[in-house]
């Protein structure tokens, strides 16, 4: 079967590999689509801090099950599903605290072990979620980003009316605002792209801010009644962005940093202090692939604008390229089989 093939940073191409086996606790999924994520071009780039090579990348799967190697498995042949791709000890203190998703033993695929593109996988069954028939493969591999977006919002606690300063306006940073207003939350999209902005505003961001072009500090005091921002989202992992996070935020408000910047920042925490801010990490997700699920089968999160071009396997080594040297240029490209 084929797979994309990530010999080395900056060596991808398409190689013919065996068909997975599947062990006892896996199912075997014929694969309908795969998403290319952040991290699969920071694997590409090299500068990915976890991932091994050579690596099959990939870790958005959406497909069909043609083997279930459990007698407790509800699943089915036949089952579309995604794979929840985060593979946890179940041992470990975080893991025994619930937070599989900081397992110390963390497998996820596509960055520790070989990943979703390529034709067929086998994952533990437990990981493995049903799917509702009525929407396309590509708008199912949205879940794993939702989810993402759905984590920072849950480690942050966002309440109903509060003020969330998003930055990054990628896909993360659009699901994330989409998630707020799900919960009354009001989203306020800081991003350098007009084009990202007006995908924003497509599903209904009003407060969108371009920091070429607003004072942001001005603007966000302003649709805040002079409070700043209760809730902050980091997702671009860029240093200046970081930076300003600390300046956007309220007093005694709440900062979750997504994403992963690359390289170490200074940070002035006499501001941390003076504010008494809580900040929190929000890697992966956990159990939130039900919730991710339900939002976007019920269109409450609306994830077609956010998808920007479906590509065969064949073609994703050419767009993991071209998203590696033009990060503007998509939000999210999609392989679909
Ligand atoms: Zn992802
Ligand atoms: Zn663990």
Known sequence: MKAVYLERPEDIYIKEID???????YARVRVRAVGICGSDISAYKGTSPMCTYPRIIGHEVVGDIVEVNSSSSQLKVGDRVILEPYIYCGKCYPCLNGRTNSCENLKVLGVHIDGGMTEYISHPVHLIHKLPEKLSDEEWV???????????????KVKEGEHIAIFGGGQIGNLAAQSALIIGAIPILIDLLDERLGKAREVGIENVLNPQKDNIM????????GRMAECVVEATGALSAIRTTLDVVACTGRIAFVGWPSQEISLPTALITRKELDIYGSRNSVGEFPGAIDFISTGRVDVKPVISKVVSLEEIPEYVRILAEEPGRFLKVIGKL
């Open 218 to 225: 001005e603007k966000i005091k302003e649709i805040t009644g």
């Open 19 to 25: 068909e997975p086996l599947c062990p006892a606790g």
């Open 142 to 156: 949205m879940v794993e980003p939702l989810s993402i977006a759905m984590h920072a919002l849950h480690r942050l």
